[in-house]
């Protein structure tokens, strides 16, 4: 296995640019795929999840021309995806599985969606049994409930409200909101249960209007889609910089220097964007441009007890902050984590261990413990998860030497992750 070794470092400084958000970049692919018109996209994250999702729109027919660094463009195919047949292998990517699932169920061909082992661990079922209450067909291949899956043309019915659960992962309502209005009908959604992420249900909504589609919701309970909607292109669109990329840099900044984080603002539509109120909570001394955060050392970090439902991706960061900070720190209301890429829960929890943490974890939470001394030499596991290689490079700036398994892994969303990190560690 590959290991990357990182030097103890006392010190972080300089500026950096966040490559693109995933969650944006693949919604705004497959709004444009869809749409009538050509579209061109701008500064798309370069990425594994982007790359599948780009592979899996070129096999279905549409039209993608890459007209520079990190810009394409998209002929939309007007709700009507040209290919009626095809196989598509979407790797570990839940930002294209589910949405492509949901739009291609009310598509009206034959596909078969994929991915690697992971992925097929992954849970779909509330999302296959939402699209189902409109008559699509699909079916599973392996394992009741989980990918892959074979899609069939179906008779559509969405006169009656659909329901579906909000408590698994927003992607599933994420899906069903995109693919809805290719129906041509007037449709409902209601939301069984808490909704979590909807930081997330919020960058749906506003890109999907950015499309020329606007969703009434009724609260976080019930969501309209109106009649005779059609994706329209806006022309030209640009991508944020990922706001779950940018809790490292600010994290980096808190914890040892002073770090200027380009790409994103206070005004940004992703979630995210608020790791930096909680990384505040703790302390940090953050402040705000139109599109950058600035992040300085903070002599002491203190722990909080934080309900992190708004920030599940994020919330990892801050797991790792709390070995720098006094007291135990409390992450609550993260039982999405269980359902990512790995079961991070328990993975935080064995790695954090592994640095000399003391850890509690529960079904929908964690708490930390730093130890007095920080403990050197550790090798972290990353369980093929980008966001556990990024989150426990932070470690190093503690003075503390760390060595990290499979650091590739961060090609899933930030391919030049330790490069940018080593420009400012020192």
């Known amino acids: 296995m590959e290991q990357l070794h990182l030097p103890a470092a006392h010190q972080a400084q300089g500026a950096i640019t966040l490559p693109g958000s995933k969650s944006i970049s693949n919604r705004t692919l497959l709004l444009a795929a869809l749409a009538d018109g050509v579209t061109v996209i701008r500064d798309l994250l370069a990425s594994d999840d982007t790359a599948r999702m780009l592979e899996a729109l070129t096999a279905l027919g549409v039209k993608l021309e890459n007209i520079g660094e990190n810009a394409w463009q998209v002929t939309g195919c007007g709700g009507n995806f040209p290919n009626k047949q095809a196989d598509l292998f979407l790797g570990n990517a839940g930002t294209a599985f589910r949405p492509l699932t949901a739009a291609l169920a009310f598509s009206g061909g034959d596909y ?80 069984v249960g808490e909704l979590i992420s909807k930081p997330y249900i919020e960058i749906t909504l506003n890109l999907m209007q950015r499309f020329g589609v606007t969703v009434q919701r009724d609260g976080w309970e019930r969501f309209h889609i109106p009649a005779a909607a059609r994706y329209q292109s806006p022309g030209e669109i640009y991508v944020e910089g990922d706001a779950s990329s940018a809790s490292y840099f600010i994290a980096a900044g808190i914890l040892a220097g002073d770090v200027t984080v380009n790409g994103v603002g206070e005004q940004s539509i992703q979630g995210d964007i608020r790791f930096a109120e909680a990384a505040n909570l703790m302390g940090g001394r953050i402040s705000y441009g139109e599109n950058h955060v600035r992040a300085e050392k903070t002599p002491s970090l203190k722990a909080i007890d934080l309900d992190c439902n708004h920030i599940p991706d994020a919330a990892m960061t801050l797991g790792v902050m ?3 900070a006094q007291g135990t720190t409390t992450l609550r209301n993260i039982a999405s984590w269980r359902v990512k890429e790995t079961d991070r829960i328990a993975a935080m929890a064995t790695e954090l261990r592994k640095v000399g943490a003391t850890v509690v974890e529960g079904a929908d939470y964690i708490q930390v413990t730093p130890p007095a001394q920080l403990t050197p030499n550790a090798v972290i596991d990353t369980y093929d998860d980008h966001r556990m290689a990024m989150c426990f490079s932070l470690i190093s700036l503690a003075g503390v030497p760390i060595t990290i398994n499979d650091p590739k892994c961060v090609g899933k969303t930030f391919p030049e992750y330790f490069k940018v990190f080593a420009s400012i560690a020192r």
């Open 322 to 324: 709390a070995m720098f």
């Open 112 to 191: 078969h969606l994929h991915g690697i082992a992971r992925m097929h661990e992954r849970p779909i079922g509330d999302l296959v049994d939402a699209l189902k209450q409109a008559g699509a067909q699909v079916a599973y291949l392996a394992n009741e409930g989980y990918p892959p899956l074979q899609i069939s043309p179906a008779k559509l019915d969405v006169s009656q409200a659909i329901k579906i659960r909000g408590d698994v992962s927003s992607q599933f309502l994420t899906a069903l909101l995109m693919a809805l209005p290719l129906t041509g009908q007037a449709a409902s959604i209601e939301v």
